[in-house]
């Protein structure tokens, strides 16, 4: 008897091992493959964990996320305040008919807001037509201000969006994008509300143009600050008229990875930008940023003015003096050059993938 324990015992050890062991590596697959999806359909994303939001400010702009009180209401405040058909599409997650939306053929400059409650949710330059007869978009304007939910109507899976302050149904996201982002955000056009950008005939902008390594993040950087009015990363300081990424990645062009802030210099100075410029990167390693190694990624200050060359010293200076780096700076100060937009899919590329490289500076 005691002999035949272990015949028996064992190989039901090495079922229930190998069965328990079989449900681990299907969970494990199921669960990759999940996430996997969710990313497809554009589920993680930046921005993501809390109610930070980001508004429109006056002059237009993106405002900085912070923490928003989510608009609620009841069912017959909703109903008193919205047309009946706005309010079956934006509560009832119906869907208005295709090729019947008033925004379907607005191409003008300015912003998609959330008829319901007003939070910017899509910016026209991300607008383009799917034929689809739904307004769409490729990304959103901020990525915490559109919410994802599986939505498993219809007999199919699909991603419902909605408004992340009042919860608002807005429309799908799909995975079939014919742009850089892969996404297609199907808006129904009664969830929105069309804000054109404010002129701007009134404001004297200034440029500035910046290199401190690779160009997403520094762009994330300028982008997200008050009286920026708009970035544009691009290449500059070589010697190869309009060079591709490919060619600027060889290293044979001489270019460095550059971000061009175009800002308004009544609310941000040059000063700002370029302390901001000094403090988001490191600034005493030459033609490297961390991990990225070469003369692409080197430290410059591409000035247009002898004020901006005096501007952009002066703060190096009073940072040398405060101590901030242990190291020389060796940050190149270069009359500005031809500045060579870069490639579509490098534009505002932190929008749509979580970009760790630079940190916003305390200023
Ligand atoms: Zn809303």
Redesign the pocket.
């Known amino acids: 008897m005691g002999g035949d324990r272990p015949s028996l015992y064992f190989p039901a050890m090495k079922r229930s091992g190998l069965f328990f062991i079989f449900v681990v590596v299907v969970v494990g697959i199921l669960s990759w493959r999940a996430a996997a999806w969710s990313k497809q359909r554009g589920e993680v994303r930046m921005g993501e964990g809390g109610t930070e939001l980001r508004d429109l400010t006056d002059s237009g702009e993106l405002s900085v996320p912070s923490a928003q009180k989510p608009?609620v209401k009841d069912d017959s405040d909703w109903l008193k305040t919205l047309k009946p058909d706005r309010y079956k599409v934006?509560r009832k997650g119906e869907t208005e008919r295709p090729f019947s939306g008033e925004l379907l053929v607005e191409n003008r400059d300015g912003w998609y807001?959330?008829?319901?409650?007003?939070?910017p949710?899509f910016k026209s330059d991300s607008k383009f037509d799917s034929h689809c007869g739904w307004p769409s978009f490729d990304h959103p304007a901020a990525y915490a201000n559109v919410r994802t939910k599986v939505d498993t109507a219809m007999g199919m899976e699909r991603t419902e969006i909605l408004?992340?302050?009042?919860?608002?149904h807005l429309g799908h996201v799909f995975d079939d994008g014919p742009t850089a982002t892969g996404l297609r955000y199907c808006v129904n056009s009664l969830s929105l509300d069309f804000k054109p950008m404010p002129s701007k005939s009134k404001v004297a902008t200034d440029t500035a143009v910046f290199a401190a390594g690779c160009f997403w993040g520094v762009e994330k950087l300028f982008y997200e600050t008050p009286g920026v009015l708009s970035t544009t990363v691009g290449y500059t300081g070589g010697h190869v008229p309009s060079p591709s990424y490919k060619l600027v990645c060889s290293g044979s062009t001489g270019h460095a990875e550059a971000v061009q802030v175009v800002f308004d210099p009544a609310r941000v100075s040059y000063h700002t930008l370029a302390k901001l410029f000094f403090l988001s990167h490191d600034p005493t390693t030459r033609n490297r940023q961390g991990p990225d190694h070469g003369e692409q990624y080197r430290s410059a200050v591409f000035f247009h003015s002898p004020e901006q060359e005096k501007e952009a010293k002066a703060v190096r200076d009073s940072l040398v003096v405060a101590k901030t780096w242990s190291d020389p700076v060796v940050t190149e100060f270069v009359k500005e050059l031809d500045f060579w937009k870069a490639e579509e899919y490098h534009q505002k590329w932190f929008l749509t993938h979580p970009v760790y490289c630079h940190r916003p500076a305390k200023l």
Request: aromatic fraction near 0%; hydrophobic fraction near 45%; glycine fraction near 12%.
């Open positions: 608009v934006l807001v959330c008829h319901a409650c007003g939070l949710l408004c992340a302050r009042c919860g608002s």
